[in-house]
């Protein structure tokens, strides 16, 4: 503290006092001094916590706002006024790009983004509002979602209704392959639920797993690029500009930004999502979470035609055989009937 605050004037006083070294330094002058010093320090470091936290009270607000929508997901709770919020959400950001698209570049976009097309010809599209464009679109897109829902429950089911009347004992939970045309997801459903409520568990399912994933995804990202702004706002100083200012605009953007792609990933998971078929048509469910008599884990499912005995028996019987490696004569290597003479001039002749 001496050091950085008064070091020369305190080293004058010393002098002047007439102190020699290793003697006790004991004055008013000097102990007010140490106060002065440590006071200032102290002003320093609060003033250094003050800013640190009115920086995390911008990514506190915000933090909030993900979380609470990501227990809901994970709980389950308000996920339908959720799903809603986030689908008219889209449905607004979509229609606000009628002011600067035609309407053919306006169908094609929402065929790249949510594989829609607007039920509205080119004329009518000159004439509608964004408002009432963005109500239409979110109806069309829950439509859509809805009905890929009931599709998707209609062919799951018989299969959830098979599994828990011959195996709910073993399995509590299945695992049903879901696929938006590019990933796949494996959506863990409870069995028992999706059996009481008729399939309609699958769709609740879905709707919270994609959920989370996205918000995971996009606040992992929008989390590095928050701790970057951090960093490159305090050059506003040279500016003569307040950082804090910068960071809480910058952020704003940033966050608004985030939670419309989350919307924006959920949708189109929604509007896209199918069951993921095998070539025979039949659904691979894979039964996981909690055995209670058997692990099956590792058997491999087969037609029933003693396809998969034969190659099991098969596996067998080749792994059982003992594996013979010979070694390989070389040209001029002696040959081994024991004459002395090397194998291409004696057994070996005439071999290529």
């Not at 911008?58 to 990501?70: A, D, G, L, P, S």
């Not at 809901?72 to 339908?80: H, K, V």
């Not at 299969?159 to 494996?186: E, H, M, W």
């Not at 993921?276 to 055995?291: C, I, Y």
């Amino acid at each position: 503290l001496m050091r950085i605050f008064g070091a020369d004037r305190i080293a004058r006083v010393v002098d002047s006092m007439g102190m020699k070294e290793g003697e006790v330094l004991q004055h008013k002058w000097l102990s007010g001094s140490v106060e002065r010093a440590q006071k200032k320090v102290e002003e320093n470091n609060f003033g250094v916590r003050k800013r640190l936290l009115e920086y995390d009270d911008v990514m506190n607000t915000q933090r909030n706002v993900i979380y609470t929508r990501r227990n809901n997901a994970l709980n389950g709770e308000r996920m339908d006024v959720d799903l809603v919020s986030m689908i008219g959400d889209y449905a607004s950001v979509l229609a606000a790009q009628k002011n600067d698209l035609p309407f053919e570049e306006f169908s094609l976009e929402c065929m790249r983004q949510i594989s829609i097309a607007p039920e509205i010809d080119e004329a009518e599209y000159q004439k509608i509002s964004i408002a009432e464009l963005g109500e239409r679109l979110e109806r069309q897109i829950t439509d859509t979602i809805n009905r890929r829902g009931e599709y998707m429950v209609e062919k799951a089911y018989p299969i959830v209704d098979r599994i828990f009347q011959s195996q709910s004992a073993q399995y509590q939970n299945i695992a049903i392959p879901i696929t938006d045309g590019q990933k796949i997801l494996n959506l863990i459903v409870n069995l028992k639920k999706a059996y009481e409520t008729n399939g309609k568990e699958i769709q609740k399912a879905l709707v919270r797993s994609v959920t989370l994933i996205k918000i995971d995804e996009l606040w992992q990202e929008h989390l590095r690029e928050m701790d970057e702004l951090k960093q490159s706002v305090q050059n506003a100083t040279y500016e003569q500009k307040d950082p804090l200012l910068i960071y809480k605009f910058e952020g704003y953007n940033l966050f608004s930004k985030v939670v419309e792609n989350i919307s924006r990933g959920v949708v189109s998971f929604l509007v896209r999502a199918q069951l993921a078929l095998r070539q025979d048509d039949e659904m691979p469910l894979r039964q996981e979470a909690r055995r209670r008599k058997t692990d099956m884990s590792r058997l491999n499912t087969t037609r029933d035609d003693g396809s998969a005995a034969a190659a099991a028996a098969g596996r067998q019987e080749r792994s059982n055989q003992p594996v013979h490696v010979e070694k390989k004569i070389g040209r001029n290597d002696p040959c081994p009937c024991g004459s002395g003479k090397k194998y291409k001039n004696c057994h070996g002749k005439g071999l290529v």
